[in-house]
Every structure is written in structure tokens, then in C-alpha cells.
């Protein structure tokens, strides 16, 4: 184990070196970097919208206007088919995803078939043409009525096909906003997500895309009285009753025949009239257009037309001579703003279906820079003690064990470069919790080598043995935590998935380091000092033997945490947890005051005066700043409205820094999502540990597992801190957590099982727990060491999230020892390996950990 080759040598260093240079970029401006030539590595970490603010806005396709357009076309389009084919029809009508008509002759009803055939011909769709479906159905369920239906598979394509071109129109809104790399794209089958770091007007990103901008112009019918047509609330059959933009809106009677419509756009900007003064947009059509347009005017010199924009009247002046050279332009009530916006709006072209805003995500940039600074300093500062602690408790060793811990850092902060990764706050806390895992393998090594000198072993021998013997479990226990960062990113979203991805990288990166990287070192060590004893440390939180009899208070052990166990699903049934907005929906303002400190009291009156209802209000980290809570509001479920009535009322003396807006929809999928994910983790964990080991270990993990979760929900129920994804992501990493230490204790058991293949069970459990406590006691506290210097200095935004993991690290330890490890003699374990070397088998060495009494 400790003898390396060269070549192996070169290629560690070289990982080493590579890491260091793909890292170091990170540490620079971006002035500096552009400088620097080409060759070099230039990539860096993408911050997340919580470190450099922005917007996150999740759109949704309407699934049910999509559709019923559709089924309007096929409705026209049977209408004109029929009567080019001179068939007489009655009883013409769509409703839900069905259009029928009556054919009068039933002599007529084939011709009728044969004229619509189309509608029922099947559709291309895939690659290249490379499938087809059927999108509509005919049925004729009575002579002479004809039933033609859209099928799933139908609507599906043109979800498909309008969610694709709606990408499209709204990466070409986003871009012309001048913003730098936002990203857009698909979400599931009818959902878009942007992502603009760096915006400074959020409200305007919303306003654009949150339009449908579906231009048409139109005659406005002069013919009909459109006061009568108010009054009586219908229209004659060829109008329809639209409202202008003024204020006080003036309804036109439109006439439903469209002249020339949005798509016949080639451009469109905004400007000035060289006569008043004021914003208008000009536009030129394309020749189809122009041609359309020119002849609809000659046709009505001296009448209104509308130009109309998502169904309102933007304005309707007088054709007063024929507009024959395809340009035009638009004027109304517009500021220069919203003329540009409208200009591209045009410019982008229409979205095929109307799109929600569902789910909503804005920081303020000097909140980002805040969450960085916050970052920053966690992260310093959890280093230093775990640094600190590990020279401490090691001497040499732990120098050894801090150097590979840097080499780690450097590797993730270089795989998240190359991998174009985004680093969140969440994120950051996953390379903090990170420091303090990473030691978990040294602190493993290094205890099994003072275990082996205990044992009498030589000084290459305990070097050996160290590394060797402490393989298989590193192993086993760093994969439960690698299988439940992974559920997290497949299951997770948004800065969870961050979390998840930094997690899993550390995972992988602290075996490569524990196993070549802290070994060469160490065998370099050896090979220039050849020392006769171990280093040692400064101090030691556990003695090197203990006899502590565990298996003797097990039952009292079992029945306190059975105890607390079922109040806490007591507290769970009749306190609840505090739900964040993730699962129950509803809006998060967070607000700093521009004087003095946030006055509570004022900012609830002013958001009650504002029409707003269901508000919690609280202090929030600094005295300086709030937290506004709104409940979900059924007459505004996009919240949009809301936060815009909550903004304009706070305005003049808060700041907006965190908006956060989820819809109901978003928020039960997230809740669905979190228990599935816990279920998948424990389910997946479940069956590595029965792989590994035995069923009895498998059921012994997961019991002691549920009773971390559960415990946890009653911490947090106690304590009321808010329950919301990133909890839950807390808990899946407690999961993991818990799992990785009882997995330690289990392999030391499944060890004692071949060597002892006499003593009594509980003996032997004891005898494992003890060898362990060591180790078990020092990977908790360097871990828990880092989560602190989180807690304290990483901000208000994570702490729940950060002290979730606190009480999970202490409670995850504490089951691993009095839960996993007992519960395997109510599962009556009984060693069925075979017989191994007789010395391997040996009993424990004068002066190692002791036999105790059988129980």
C-alpha cells in the first residue's frame, strides 16, 4: 500500500498541478484574466442568482387556451370546408376538446367526410418526419352527425411544438433586454425557465415575458352601436366588444375578420412623431403584408381601424388616405419604456399559447454580495478550526491530513469549473460541510493506525494496515452519502441541485486524496524520517481504551427514543412544521431599511393599507431588515400582483432585496418531490447496505435512519424553523450522514464477527463500538466544527437549513451508536462468513480495546 511507482507518481502531482491551475482562475477578476494569454485557463465558477442576484422566473404553458384555439381552427376550418364543398350543415359547434356539426342531407354526409378528411389525416412529427400520429379523431355517433375529437397524443404535440417555439420567442425577449448569459430552457413537458443574473429590474423581465403580444390589426365596425352592444353584453355574430388601454378603457366593436396579423412583422422600433413629440413604435411588413394591408385601406379610406395587441385596443385611428409602402406606426399612451418594450415585443413575434408565471426567484445585488461575503467568511473560518483541531489531535498526521485537505478544495473548485457548474449558497455550504467530511477518511486511517501499533504491529505494518484496512469502509460509507447527494440532484431544484452536485464532487474527490494523495505523503514521510512511533497530537478527546458498556443500557436507550420519537409525530399532527413558501405557496419579501431599523409594525400597516392580506412580518438577521411573508392570494395565483401592490407600498423607505413567488401547483409538486426523494434515498441506501452486508445490517440502518428523520421533524416542529427545500436537502444529507457513520460501525462489526467467532453478541458489539468511538467521536465534532462557523457566519438565508444539520450531525451519531449497533440482537445477527488466517483472527492485543462481559 505504500510503495508507488513513478509514473503513479507523476500522475498524482500532475492531478494535483491540474486542479491547482483549473482552480486558480477563481481567484482573479475577470479584467486580470482577460489579460492573461489564451492558452491559460480562463474558466470560473458561474455564481448562482442568491450570490450575484437576478431573477428566476419558471413559466407555464396554458395547457387549456392552447387546446381551445385549436379547437376554434378546426372549427373554422370545418366551417369553410364545407361550404367550398357546398354541403348544408347546422348545429356547428367546439366545447372541451370536441367539435360537431349536423350535415342537413344525409345524402351529403360522404361528400361532408371526404371534404374533411384532412382534419383527420395523420400529423408528422419527431425528426425529420420520422413518426406521425393522429391528432384527431372523427366519430359519427348518430347518422348525419359528425364528432371529430383531439386525442392526448394530439394536444401533446402541440404543447410540444408550442413550449418549443415559445423558447424560442422568449430567448429573442430576454436577449434584446441586453442582459448577459441568462439561461433559458425547457422544464418538463410545459414549463420554460429563465434565469437573468445580474438584472436590475426584475418587474420589467416579467411584464415582457408575462405578455402574449398576439398583434393584429382589425376594422373597427362603425355599422352597430357598441353602447347598445355593452349594454346587452353581446356582440352581433361578426364583432366582438374590446377595451382600449385608456384610463378610463373605451370599448370599439371589432370586427372578428383579421387584416394583417403580427407574423406579417419584419421589424419594429420605437421612436418619436416628428409632429408631437411622443413615443411611438414604427413597423414595416413584409410584402404579404403590405400587399394585405395596402388593399384593406384603399378599401376603407375614412374608417377606424384597431390595432390590436392581446385583445385591447391599443389604438384606432382614421384611415385617411391609403397606407400603400408597408410601414406604419403605432401611437398611444406610451412612455418611451413601454414603446421600447412593445417594440420588442413585435421584434421577438407572438408566443403561440398564453404563459403563467408560477414560480418566482429575485435577489438584489448587494443581497448577492452579502451571501458571498457570508460565504466567505464560514467557509475561513470553519477551515481554521478544523485545521486547527486536526493538528491538535494529530500533530504531523493532522498537518498531513490539513495539506490533502486543501489539495480537495482546489479539485472541487476546479471540477466546478470545468463542469460549467453554478455556485450557490447552498452550494458553498456543501464545500463547508465538505471540510468537515473530508477528515472523516484521515481521521479513519489515522485511527486505525494507532490501533495497530496498539496491537504491537511495526511502524511500516501500522502504516500499511492503516491504509488497507480502512479501504473497504471509506468506501462503503462515503457511497451512502454519494447515493443521497445523487437523489437530491435528480429529485432537487434550483440551488438544492447545487448543493447536491458540490456534495458529490467533495465525496469523490476526498477518496482520491485519502487514498493516493495523504498515502504518498505519508510514505514519503516514512521513507525520509523513518520515525519508530506514530506522531501524536496535543490532546484527545476519547482515551485509547475504553470499556463503555452500551449493549447494558440499550433497552432504556430504546424506550427514551421510542419516547421522543412519538412525540415528536405527536407535535407533527398537532403543532406542524412551519412551512416555507416551497410547499405551501405564497410570496417572500425581504426588505432592508434605507434609515434606521425596520420598523415591524409599520411595514404590516402599510402592506394592509395596500390591500394586501394574510402577512406575517419578523425581524431578520439585522436589525436593519424584514421579512414579509404573504399568503397565497386565489384571485392573483401568479402573486404578481401582489408583490407589485407589496413593492409600490414600501418603496420609499425599504429596499427590496429577496423576492421570492411560488403558485400552488409549483408548491404541492415540491412537496411531492421531497417525500419521494426521502422515500428513494432510504429505498436505495436500503439496498447497498443489504448488498454489502446482511438484511439484519440492512434493517438495522434504516430503523436507526427513521429515527434521525423523525427526531429531526421534531426539532424542527420545537423549534419552528422554517421548513422548506433546502430542509429537506438537510435532511437527505443527515441521511447520508447518519448512514456513513452507522456503516463504519457495521463494517467494524461484520470485522469482529470473522475474528471472533465464539464471543457473544453483545460482547461483540460493545467491543465494535468502543474500537469505533474514537473515530466516530472526531469526524462529528471537526463536522460539526464547520457546520457551526456556518451557522454563525453564513447568514440568515441558510440557517435553518445550517441548524437542521447540527442537530442532525449530533443525532445521527448518537443513533449509530445506541441504535444501529443494538438492533442487530433483536434481529439475532449471527456470523456467516468463513473462516479466515488465524492471524487475522486474533484476539485484541494487550492493550487494545478490551472484552467486556456478555450481556
Avoid at 399612451?333 to 421584434?347: E, G, H, I, K, W
Avoid at 440551488?495 to 504518498?520: E, S
Avoid at 426521502?678 to 443489504?690: D, P, Q, T
Amino acid at each position: 500500500m505504500l510503495y508507488f511507482s513513478r509514473w503513479k507518481t507523476v500522475l498524482i502531482w500532475l492531478s494535483v498541478l491540474a486542479s491547482v491551475i483549473f482552480a486558480a482562475p477563481n481567484l482573479f477578476p475577470k479584467a486580470t484574466l482577460e489579460k492573461l494569454p489564451d492558452w491559460l485557463p480562463k474558466t470560473q465558477m458561474t455564481l448562482g442568482l442568491d450570490l450575484q442576484g437576478g431573477s428566476h422566473i419558471l413559466l407555464q404553458l396554458d395547457r387549456k387556451s392552447l387546446v381551445d384555439e385549436r379547437v376554434a381552427a378546426i372549427r373554422d376550418e370545418i366551417r369553410s370546408k364545407l361550404r367550398d364543398a357546398r354541403v348544408g350543415y347546422t348545429g356547428l359547434s367546439g366545447s372541451g376538446k370536441t367539435v360537431q356539426v349536423r350535415i342537413r342531407d344525409k345524402s351529403q354526409v360522404d361528400a361532408a367526410k371526404k371534404a374533411l378528411v384532412d382534419l383527420t389525416n395523420p400529423v408528422q412529427s419527431g425528426l425529420f418526419g420520422g413518426g406521425s400520429l393522429t391528432e384527431t379523431t372523427l366519430e359519427e355517433p348518430e347518422p348525419g352527425l359528425l364528432r371529430f375529437t383531439l386525442t392526448d397524443e394530439g394536444i401533446n404535440y402541440r404543447v410540444s411544438s408550442a413550449l418549443t417555439k415559445s423558447i424560442e420567442v422568449v430567448s429573442r425577449r430576454v436577449n434584446e433586454l441586453g442582459t448577459t448569459e441568462p439561461i433559458i430552457q425547457r422544464q418538463g413537458t410545459d414549463r420554460i425557465l429563465v434565469q437573468v443574473p445580474g438584472l436590475q429590474d426584475p418587474q420589467r423581465l416579467k411584464e415582457i415575458l408575462g405578455k402574449t403580444a398576439k398583434l393584429t390589426f382589425q376594422m373597427v365596425d362603425q355599422s352597430n352601436s357598441v353602447e347598445d352592444a355593452v349594454k346587452s353584453g353581446r356582440a352581433p355574430a361578426s364583432d366582438t366588444i374590446m377595451y382600449s388601454t385608456d384610463n378610463p378603457p373605451v370599448p370599439y366593436l371589432i370586427e372578428n375578420r383579421v387584416i394583417v396579423s403580427g407574423e406579417d412583422l419584419v421589424d419594429a422600433q420605437s421612436g418619436f412623431d416628428q409632429r408631437t413629440g411622443e413615443p411611438i413604435v414604427s413597423f414595416r411588413f413584409d410584402n404579404k403584408g403590405a400587399t394585405r394591408f395596402g388593399i384593406a385601406s384603399q378599401q376603407n379610406v375614412g374608417k377606424l381601424f384597431a390595432i390590436i395587441l392581446d385583445n385591447k385596443v391599443i389604438s384606432a385611428p382614421v384611415i385617411r388616405e391609403p397606407i400603400l409602402g408597408g410601414t406604419g406606426q403605432i401611437s398611444g399612451n406610451f412612455t418611451v419604456q413601454s414603446a421600447n418594450d412593445l417594440a420588442v415585443l413585435l421584434r421577438a413575434g407572438a408566443l403561440p399559447a398564453n404563459l403563467t408565471i408560477v414560480e418566482e426567484r429575485t435577489v438584489g445585488p448587494g443581497l448577492g454580495q452579502d451571501s458571498i461575503n457570508a460565504g466567505k467568511m464560514s467557509a475561513v473560518i470553519g477551515s481554521i478550526l478544523v485545521v486547527v483541531f486536526m493538528i491538535g489531535a494529530y500533530g504531523l498526521l493532522g498537518w498531513i491530513a490539513n495539506f490533502a485537505l486543501l489539495v480537495n478544495l482546489a479539485m472541487i473548485v476546479a471540477a466546478l469549473s470545468l463542469l460549467g457548474a453554478t455556485l450557490t449558497l447552498p452550494g458553498i455550504a456543501g464545500i463547508v460541510l465538505t471540510v468537515g467530511m473530508a477528515v472523516d477518511s484521515n481521521v479513519l486511517i489515522y485511527e486505525r493506525m494507532r490501533e495497530e501499533q496498539r496491537n504491537g504491529r511495526s511502524m511500516i505494518q501500522t502504516l500499511d494496515l492503516g491504509f488497507g484496512r480502512a479501504l473497504a469502509t471509506i468506501v462503503d460509507s462515503n457511497i451512502t452519502t454519494l447515493i443521497a447527494a445523487v437523489v437530491l440532484f435528480f429529485l432537487g431544484s434550483g440551488p438544492v441541485r447545487g448543493f447536491a452536485v458540490t456534495l458529490a464532487i467533495g465525496i469523490l474527490t476526498t477518496l482520491f486524496t485519502a487514498f493516493t494523495f495523504t498515502r504518498w505523503v505519508v510514505a514519503a514521510w516514512y521513507r525520509r524520517s523513518r520515525p519508530k512511533q506514530l506522531p501524536k497530537g496535543y490532546f484527545r478527546l476519547v482515551p485509547e481504551v475504553t470499556r463503555i458498556p452500551f449493549m447494558k443500557v440499550r433497552l432504556q436507550v430504546f424506550v427514551l427514543s421510542l419516547c421522543l420519537c412519538v412525540a415528536s409525530v405527536g407535535l407533527l399532527f398537532t403543532k406542524g412544521l412551519n412551512f416555507g413558501i416551497d410547499f405551501t405557496g405564497g410570496t417572500i419579501v425581504e426588505v432592508r431599511a434605507k434609515a434606521g431599523q425596520a420598523d415591524v409594525g409599520d411595514i404590516r400597516q402599510k402592506l394592509i393599507e395596500a390591500g394586501i392580506k394574510e402577512i406575517q412580518v419578523q425581524g431578520f438577521g439585522d436589525k436593519s431588515d424584514a421579512l414579509i411573508r404573504i399568503g397565497a392570494d386565489p384571485n392573483d395565483a401568479a402573486g404578481s400582483v401582489t408583490v407589485q401592490k407589496a413593492q409600490q407600498a414600501l418603496s420609499s423607505n425599504y429596499t427590496i432585496r429577496r423576492t421570492e413567488l411560488v403558485g400552488p401547483t409549483v408548491s404541492s409538486e415540491l412537496a411531492k418531490g421531497a417525500v419521494l426523494g426521502i422515500l428513494a434515498a432510504l429505498g436505495a441506501i436500503l439496498v447497498y447496505v443489504w448488498v454489502r452486508f446482511e438484511w439484519q445490517f440492512a434493517i438495522g440502518a434504516i430503523i436507526a435512519t427513521i429515527n434521525d428523520i423523525t427526531l429531526t421533524l421534531g426539532f424542527l416542529v420545537v423549534t419552528q424553523l422554517e421548513f422548506d427545500l433546502s430542509t429537506v436537502a438537510a435532511i437527505l444529507t443527515i441521511v447520508g450522514y447518519s448512514l456513513n457513520d452507522t456503516v463504519v460501525i457495521y463494517d467494524r462489526v461484520r470485522e469482529n464477527l470473522r475474528r471472533f467467532k465464539k464471543m457473544p453478541l453483545g460482547q461483540l458489539l460493545d467491543l465494535s463500538d468502543n474500537e469505533m468511538l474514537a473515530r466516530t467521536t472526531m469526524t462529528s465534532v471537526t463536522t460539526f466544527l464547520a457546520l457551526l462557523a456556518l451557522y454563525l457566519f453564513g447568514g440568515e438565508v441558510i440557517r435553518s437549513f445550517v441548524a437542521s444539520m447540527l442537530f442532525g450531525v449530533f443525532i445521527g451519531t448518537f443513533s449509530s451508536i445506541f441504535i444501529a449497533a443494538p438492533i442487530l440482537i433483536v434481529f439475532h445477527l449471527r456470523p456467516t462468513w468463513t473462516a479466515v488466517p488465524d492471524e487475522v483472527a486474533e484476539a485484541p492485543a494487550k492493550g487494545g480495546a478490551q472484552q467486556l462481559p456478555s450481556k
